[in-house]
């Protein structure tokens, strides 16, 4: 049978002494997941290690850690496939998900973080009027709509590698912001402006996810949690225009009206326009002045490095008249629409005829590749 | 080799020496830039947070346009370009209903958006297109002693799938292999995967400059020269906002970070004056350094 070493992080917090790696060599088939490995090692070799789980199959959420770096349910994972992705030397790294103080080893305090952020969002449904006299009605689409995000199991891999969280702790997060679409695309709740509202005026909501999708990388349902926020977003400010203090709002308005007058962005207005809102006269308000005046340090030596010139920041760059007509037209017929397109890949998933283009160039890339090198 | 060549709107804005860069260092690798100044923003994912189908249709425009560069590949030198585009691409691909949905917005101009078009990062293009074995042998200057960390930005690594990223195409680690390849040292540092922070500079400020503060900080930690990334909203971050980042980590940082055509161009034998570095807000000294410290060996 081949073997596998499990190089996995211990620290017990309580011990006063600092974290340390240990190397476990355990004989298994590759297919078996890295859980296995870490039972085997403690059944076998260390009755110390501490790990949570419960179910092993992929469906409680207990089992969520990072290998080789990465957030993922150890249930979920072959060894071999952690292998193949392993950086360090044929050793499998397990450490406790980040983001969440340690408890003990490969356990981490899902109280203190995870679930705090999650009642945060108050994640129960909150009807309007008294309760119909038999079930609720819903319609089958909007039902289908929010499946992507009741798909989530509350294992904490993607709070664990969210990038905005490592920096702001504060940050709601998207585990809680998924669970908070999943409520207002229900159409049984009655609260739908006030979570909005409440989640974009929150410093720390929808508008602080930096947009990196390591969440779509690190959840094993497939709930996208970062696409969810997108959607909050869409809706906050363009169905019910909700204009928050944190510019949220102002720049993604500002954005696509100087994309629909440009043709291409012109960032040189867009940063004041975000502040001070979308118009010509947006550079004039106080919020625009005062970030000036705090962002002079680089705007002093953007102007002294000829990075932008005077000239460049006052003048837009612009793509030929023609096209801009086209661009225009192209907003014109799309935001005439009575209601919002919206595709959803979880949901219609791909065309069976024939494989999507981008992985057939993936593949083709990939031989070319193959004969250069 | 002839391609579509889309610039992007931020490197002919507040980067315009990597537009610059770029149009120096192709001609040195027989590329021929079609540049499609007709086509638009591809709204870098915030107008597709306003409205799916506006940036789906807006960027299917793009690509049709592309298309009728002779059919060549679109080169993009932007990751958050690669990376939007990516994204409707793969709508559009991926259902024939809505495909036909968004060419009826652009019917009234005459243009079709047809799934097959190749839309790849000068990145991309550079390790698989031109080969690292063809780029190394044209190499006049070998970055030798030049200790170079990768910074890939998000777009461009993520998610994986729709990147077509795998172990058959390991997207994930060109950025290692093109340095090596251009005869630098890799320096890895704990960011060089991970958020400039620029998405989120109008709403939090703090928050998104303590990301790109933090990320230079690693990289200072790990002794490199300087940075270098294919995307040039990073380069905002990373090299423009550098000094109110040193602000919010409080720390001095003065971690220079060069677009990749600049840092192609060092190695195909421009010089950092030639290349457009000059202009950084951050002067990449350790690299002119580097630079003089060549010539004065031959």
Redesign the interface.
Same mark, same amino acid.
Request: net charge positive; with cysteine; proline share 5%.
């Given at each position: 049978m081949p073997e596998f070493t499990l190089k996995i992080r211990r620290y017990l917090p309580e011990s006063g002494e600092a974290p340390y790696w240990q190397d476990y060599t355990v004989d298994l088939e590759g297919h078996r997941s890295v859980l296995e490995g870490i039972l085997t090692a403690r059944a076998e070799q260390d009755g110390t290690i501490g790990i949570r789980c419960s179910c092993r199959a992929a469906i409680c959420g207990s089992c969520g850690v990072r290998i080789n770096g990465r957030a993922a349910l150890a249930c979920k994972t072959h060894l071999e496939e952690a292998l193949e992705s392993s950086q360090a030397d044929g050793e499998i790294v397990v450490e406790p998900m980040g983001n969440m103080p340690v408890l003990k080893d490969l356990i981490v305090d899902m109280d203190a973080v995870h679930w705090k952020k999650i009642q945060r969002v108050t994640p129960w449904l909150l009807p309007e009027g008294p309760p119909p006299e038999r079930e609720y009605v819903v319609p089958h689409e909007a039902m289908v709509d929010v499946t992507q995000s009741m798909a989530c199991i509350q294992c904490g891999a993607c709070v664990s590698d969210c990038l905005s969280m490592e920096v702001d702790s504060d940050f709601i997060g998207p585990a809680a912001l998924a669970k908070a679409y999943r409520f207002v695309g229900d159409p049984r709740d009655g609260q739908h402006e006030e979570r909005l509202k409440d989640l974009s005026e929150d410093p720390a909501g929808i508008y602080d996810c930096t947009h990196c999708f390591n969440c779509i990388e690190a959840c094993p349902k497939g709930v996208a949690p970062m696409n969810q926020i997108m959607r909050l977003r869409r809706m906050a400010g363009d169905d019910y225009e909700i204009v928050d203090r944190n510019n949220g709002h102002r720049h993604e308005q500002a954005f696509t009206s100087l994309v629909r007058d440009n043709g291409i962005l012109w960032e040189a207005e867009l940063l004041p326009r975000s502040y001070g809102g979308d118009s010509f006269f947006g550079k004039f308000a106080p919020a625009a002045g005062l970030e000036l005046a705090d962002s002079l340090p680089a705007i002093v030596r953007a102007l002294m490095r000829r990075k932008v010139t005077p000239m460049g920041a006052l003048r837009p760059h612009k793509i030929p008249k023609e096209d801009r007509e086209q661009v225009e037209r192209i907003y014109e017929r799309v935001e005439g629409r009575d209601e919002r397109l919206e595709l959803n890949l979880y949901i219609t998933g791909f065309e069976d005829e024939d494989e999507p283009a981008g992985e057939t160039e993936s593949q083709a890339a990939a031989e070319s590749q193959g004969s250069s090198a | 080799m002839k391609v579509a060549y889309w610039p992007g709107?931020?490197s002919?804005?507040? /980067?315009?020496?990597l537009h610059g860069a770029m149009a120096k260092v192709a001609p040195l690798l027989d590329i021929e830039l079609v540049e499609l @100044?007709?086509?638009?923003?591809c709204?870098?994912?915030?107008?597709?947070?306003?409205? $799916?189908?506006?940036a @789906? *249709?807006?960027n299917a425009?793009t690509f049709a346009l592309a298309h009728r560069t002779d059919g060549a590949m679109m080169m993009n030198i932007c990751s958050t370009c690669q990376g939007s585009q #990516?994204e409707c691409? $793969?709508?559009l691909?991926?259902?024939?209903d809505?495909r036909e %949905?968004i060419n009826d917005?652009?019917r009234?101009?005459g243009l079709q958006y047809e799934?097959?078009? *190749?839309n790849k990062n000068f990145l %991309?293009v550079l390790?698989?297109?031109i080969?690292? @074995?063809?780029l190394a042998s044209r190499v006049k200057r070998p970055l030798e002693d030049l200790r170079v960390g990768p910074f890939y930005g998000?777009?461009i690594v993520?998610?994986?799938d729709?990147l077509?990223i795998? #172990?058959?195409?390991p997207r994930d680690t060109y950025l290692h292999r093109l340095i090596e390849a251009l005869g630098g040292t890799v320096i890895d540092y704990a960011g060089m995967y991970?958020?400039c922070?620029f998405?989120?500079i /109008?709403?939090? +400020?703090?928050? #998104?400059l303590? $990301?790109a503060g /933090?990320h230079l900080g690693d990289a200072v930690d790990a002794e490199a020269d300087c940075l270098v990334t294919p995307c040039p909203l990073c380069h905002l971050n990373l090299d423009?906002? $550098?000094?109110?980042a040193e602000?919010v980590v409080g720390r001095d940082l003065g971690m220079p970070v060069l677009h990749l055509p600049q840092l192609v161009g060092l190695a195909l034998g421009l010089e950092p004056k030639q290349l457009g570095m #000059?202009?950084?807000?951050v +002067?990449p000294t350790s690299v002119i350094d580097w630079s003089e410290s060549v010539v004065a060996g031959v």
């Open positions: - | 709107c931020v002919r804005g507040f /980067t315009p020496e @100044d007709r086509a638009n923003c709204g870098a994912g915030v107008i597709a947070e306003h409205n $799916q189908e506006l @789906d *249709t807006l425009r #990516s691409q $793969q709508r691909d991926a259902n024939g809505y %949905l917005n652009l009234p101009d799934r097959g078009v *190749t %991309l390790v698989e297109d080969g690292l @074995d063809e998000c777009y993520r998610p994986r729709r077509g795998g #172990s058959d195409l991970k958020c922070g998405p989120i /109008t709403m939090n +400020k703090e928050a #998104s303590r $990301q /933090t423009l906002q $550098q000094p109110l602000r #000059s202009r950084h807000v +002067k």
